[in-house]
C-alpha cells in the first residue's frame, strides 16, 4: 500500500472540520421583507401560511353538466332540465334544483345546489334537456374548495431556497411580498506576491490569479453580497489591514493562499494574530492546509492557494458554514454508487475528492471517469468535471469495474 506523506496522525477528519465549521457560524437573525419577484434563491425567513383556500370554491374539473345527484335511481337513462351555464370568472347565479342541471366548463363555479358534474362526453343535450345513460358517483368531476391548500396550511416552509415554483405559488395565494433572512455579506481575498489579474502584462515568475473570481461568482449563486478586496501582497501589514477592513464590513472573510507554512506565508500568522484560528489542517485531498476561525466580528476561512485545493475546500468546507449562517434548512448531500470505468489511485489516510464525469449507460447504470491528472494545482481536472468521487480515508486505490461514491456538482456551480 503506498504511504501518503500528509497523512499525519493529527489531521481533523473531514467530518469533523463540517461539524467544527457548524458551531462556529450562526444564523443571520435580520430579516427583510422582498416583492416575491425579487425572491429568487432568497431563504424564506418565517413560514409562509396560505391567507386563502385553493381553489377558492368549488368548481368544476371538466367541461360538461353540473346537477344535483338523485340518489339511487332504478332507471337506465336519467334526464334533466338545462337552466343555465356557469363558465370560469362567470358563475350562475341561481340555486338549482333536483331534476336541472347547468352547464358547466373547466374552473366554472359549481352552482348552489349541485354536487356532481358529468362530463360533456357522457351527456347528450336535446330539447333544453340533458339525458344520460350511466350515473356518476355524488361528487364526480369537481374540485373541492381548499383539497389543494387549506386556509392557514404552511405553503413555504422557514429555511427554504424559494425557487421559482414557490413564487408562482405565493402568486396564486395572492401573497405579494416574502420575508427572508438578510443577505451573508462575504469578503474574498487572494494573496501572493505573484498572482496579477487578466488584462496586466506578466513579469517573470507570476502568474494570472483565479480563485477570486470563481469563489466571487459562487458566492453570487449562493445569494450572498461579497466585498472583492483584490489580490493583497505576501505582507503581514497589508494583510492585516485587509482582514481588519473584511472583519468591520462582512459576515464571513474568504481569503486564498498563504495558509502553508512555507517562508512567505503570512496569511496563518496573521490570522493567529488578529483572530483565533480554530483547526487547521484536515484529513482531505485536495486541501489539506485550511484555516478556519474567527475574528472579533466574522468567521474566516483561509483557504490554500492552489487553485484545485481552494475551489475544493470552499465547496466541501465553506459553504456548509455560508448555508447555515444564511438560515438554509441543512443541505443533504446527494450522491450515488457509481462503476469506475478505470482504476483510481489513493493513498489511505484522507478523503479524497477527485474530480470525475458520471453518465447513465444505455440501461441506466450509473459510470464514472476520472478527469486525468488530479493534481491540486491542475484547474481543468475540475472544469472538466461534473462530480466529485468521494473516497472514504480508510480506502485504498480502486480497480476498474469498482463501485465508487459519486456526488454530482450543485446547481449554484453553473
Ligand atoms: P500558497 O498557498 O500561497 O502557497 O499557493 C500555492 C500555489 O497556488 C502557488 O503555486 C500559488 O502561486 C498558487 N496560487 C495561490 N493563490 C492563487 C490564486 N488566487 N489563483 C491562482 N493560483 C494561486
Ligand atoms: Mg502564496
Not at 104 to 123: A, R, S
Not at 169 to 187: D, F, M, N, W, Y
Not at 241 to 260: L, M, P, R, T, Y
Not at 404 to 410: D, I, K, Q, R, Y
Request: charge should be negative; include cysteine.
Amino acid at each position: 500500500m503506498p504511504s501518503d506523506v500528509c497523512a499525519a496522525p493529527k489531521l481533523l477528519s473531514f467530518d469533523q472540520a463540517v461539524e467544527r465549521i457548524h458551531s462556529l457560524v450562526s444564523p443571520v437573525q435580520q430579516t427583510e421583507k422582498v416583492a416575491i419577484e425579487d425572491a429568487i434563491g432568497r431563504i424564506c425567513a418565517s413560514p409562509v401560511l396560505s391567507p386563502v383556500y385553493v381553489p377558492p370554491a368549488d368548481n368544476s374539473a371538466m367541461d360538461g353538466f353540473a346537477f344535483v345527484h338523485p340518489g339511487d335511481v332504478d332507471v337506465t337513462t336519467v334526464s334533466f332540465e338545462l337552466i343555465g351555464e356557469s363558465f370560469a370568472g362567470h358563475p350562475f347565479a341561481g340555486t338549482v334544483q333536483p331534476g336541472q342541471s347547468v352547464r358547466i366548463m373547466t374552473g366554472g363555479l359549481v352552482p348552489d345546489g349541485c354536487d356532481t358534474v358529468l362530463m360533456q362526453e357522457d351527456c347528450a343535450v336535446n330539447d333544453g334537456k340533458i339525458t344520460i345513460n350511466r350515473l356518476p358517483k355524488p361528487g364526480n368531476s369537481i374540485r373541492c374548495r381548499g383539497e389543494d391548500i387549506n386556509l392557514g396550511s404552511e405553503v413555504v416552509a422557514k429555511g427554504k431556497i424559494i425557487n421559482a415554483v414557490d413564487i408562482g405559488l405565493l402568486s396564486s395565494l395572492g401573497v405579494s411580498h416574502v420575508e427572508v433572512t438578510r443577505q451573508v455579506k462575504v469578503a474574498v481575498l487572494a494573496s501572493g506576491d505573484e498572482l496579477k489579474s487578466p488584462g496586466e502584462p506578466l513579469a517573470s515568475g507570476e502568474i494570472y490569479e483565479s480563485n477570486r473570481i470563481s469563489i466571487a461568482t459562487m458566492l453570487t449563486k449562493l445569494g450572498c453580497e461579497v466585498l472583492d478586496l483584490g489580490i493583497i501582497p505576501d505582507d503581514p501589514k497589508a494583510l492585516t489591514d485587509a482582514f481588519s477592513k473584511a472583519n468591520q464590513e462582512c459576515d464571513i472573510v474568504i481569503s486564498s493562499g498563504g495558509v502553508s507554512v512555507g517562508e512567505a506565508d503570512y496569511t496563518k500568522q496573521v490570522l493567529d494574530d488578529i483572530g483565533e484560528i480554530d483547526f487547521y489542517k484536515i484529513a482531505m485531498k485536495p486541501g489539506k492546509p485550511f484555516a478556519c476561525g474567527k475574528l472579533s466580528d466574522s468567521v474566516f476561512f483561509g483557504l490554500p492557494g492552489n487553485p484545485v485545493s481552494a475551489l475544493v475546500t470552499f465547496m466541501q468546507l465553506a459553504v456548509p458554514g455560508i448555508e447555515t449562517m444564511q438560515g438554509k434548512s441543512k443541505q443533504k448531500r446527494i450522491g450515488f454508487w457509481a462503476e469506475a470505468t478505470s482504476n483510481l489511485r489513493k493513498s489511505i489516510g484522507r478523503r479524497d475528492f477527485q474530480r470525475g464525469i458520471y453518465e447513465f449507460s444505455e440501461t441506466g447504470l450509473p459510470k464514472v471517469t476520472s478527469t486525468g491528472a488530479q493534481g491540486s494545482g491542475i484547474l481543468t481536472s475540475l472544469a472538466k468535471a461534473n462530480c466529485f468521487i468521494v473516497l472514504a480515508a480508510e480506502q485504498s486505490s480502486v480497480k476498474a469495474g469498482e463501485s465508487v461514491w459519486v456526488e454530482p456538482f450543485p446547481a449554484w456551480l453553473n
